[in-house]
């Protein structure tokens, strides 16, 4: 900046945003060097902005930000919205959030993919599964198409809070659809069973990626191996631990 200064290169919006975006202590000496020189923030301004504050669990600041930027006539994107949601989820604060993700349709902006799938597993971390259930119907029936990161977190939200049951219906509808084939999908489930002492069915889907083509990893069996060995299943581990050295993991 001092050498652009020097050369006679004067700082536009691009340079000011690419000092913000990585010098956040700075951000109100450069906000108002901004004002004084005639160049006024943006919407990627203000964004970066609430990022770094959010980073920093100033969420309250953040809001602030946001409110003062509508009051400069620049009016938040969705990214900003994410981002400030992301926030508040952060320090479980689910009840600004949600006021936050219903506001979006008001400002005429559509919650995008990261908007559902930031609030569903904000939700789910506080427990709030009824909720996050309504929020995946409007998914189904208005919003983007649920994609992989929304159905791990709620097989991890139904696991989490021993819903079994509720976990595996969602998983043989996926299953059945073949949504999903890779390993981070049935690790999620192998996952949940194990921490619910299911060893059995954890098995069972162990062999069922076999027979989908999709062969368990390392990470898969350390799985069902550390959940074996949480609940004393010393001979259970053994075995397994023989069938990936079998494997050559």
Same mark, same amino acid.
């Given at each position: 900046?001092?050498?652009?200064?020097?050369?006679g290169?004067?700082?536009?919006?691009?340079?000011?945003?690419?000092?913000?975006?990585?010098?956040?202590k700075?951000?109100?000496?450069?906000?108002?060097?901004?004002?004084?020189?005639?160049?006024?923030?943006?919407?990627?301004?203000?964004?970066?902005?609430? $990022?770094?504050?959010?980073?920093?669990?100033?969420?309250?600041y953040?809001?602030?930000?946001?409110?003062?930027?509508?009051?400069?006539?620049?009016?938040?994107?969705?990214?900003?919205?994410?981002?400030?949601?992301?926030?508040?989820? &952060?320090?479980?604060?689910?009840? @600004?959030?949600?006021?936050?993700?219903?506001?979006?349709?008001?400002? #005429?902006l559509?919650?995008d993919?990261?908007?559902?799938?930031?609030?569903? @597993?904000?939700?789910?971390e506080?427990?709030?599964?009824? +909720?996050? $259930?309504?929020?995946?119907?409007?998914?189904?029936?208005?919003?983007?198409?649920?994609?992989?990161?929304?159905?791990?977190?709620?097989? %991890?939200?139904?696991?989490?809070? #021993?819903?079994?049951?509720?976990?595996?219906?969602?998983?043989? +509808?996926?299953?059945? &659809?073949r +949504?999903?084939?890779?390993?981070?999908?049935?690790?999620?489930?192998?996952?949940?069973?194990?921490?619910? #002492?299911l060893?059995?069915?954890?098995?069972?889907?162990?062999?069922?990626?076999? %027979?989908?083509?999709?062969p368990?990893?390392?990470?898969?069996?350390?799985?069902?191996?550390?959940?074996?060995?949480?609940?004393?299943?010393?001979? +259970?581990?053994?075995?397994?631990? &023989?069938?990936?050295? #079998?494997?050559?993991?």
């Open positions: 900046m001092s050498e652009m200064k020097r050369k290169i004067p700082p536009d919006i691009v340079t000011y945003n690419s000092l913000i975006d990585g010098r956040w700075k951000v109100r000496i450069l906000l108002s060097d901004m004002v004084n020189l005639n160049i006024f923030p943006n919407v990627r301004t203000f964004t970066m902005v609430i $990022k770094g504050l959010c980073e920093e669990g100033k969420v309250k953040a809001k602030e930000v946001m409110e003062d930027m509508v009051e400069k006539g620049v009016e938040p994107n969705i990214f900003s919205y994410n981002i400030l949601i992301y926030g508040y989820c &952060k320090k479980k604060k689910l009840a @600004q959030a949600m006021r936050l993700f219903c506001e979006i349709s008001q400002k #005429g559509r919650p993919i990261v908007t559902y799938n930031t609030i569903l @597993q904000g939700l789910f506080v427990g709030r599964t009824s +909720e996050a $259930k309504r929020i995946y119907a409007e998914m189904l029936s208005v919003g983007p198409r649920p994609d992989l990161c929304t159905h791990s977190t709620f097989l %991890d939200g139904y696991f989490k809070y #021993g819903l079994v049951e509720e976990a595996m219906s969602l998983f043989d +509808e996926l299953e059945r &659809k +949504e999903y084939t890779d390993i981070a999908f049935f690790g999620v489930v192998i996952n949940g069973l194990c921490k619910n #002492g060893f059995d069915e954890a098995k069972g889907i162990l062999r069922k990626m076999e %027979d989908n083509g999709c368990p990893d390392s990470v898969t069996y350390n799985v069902i191996v550390q959940g074996f060995l949480r609940c004393d299943k010393i001979s +259970e581990m053994t075995s397994f631990m &023989k069938e990936m050295d #079998g494997r050559g993991f």
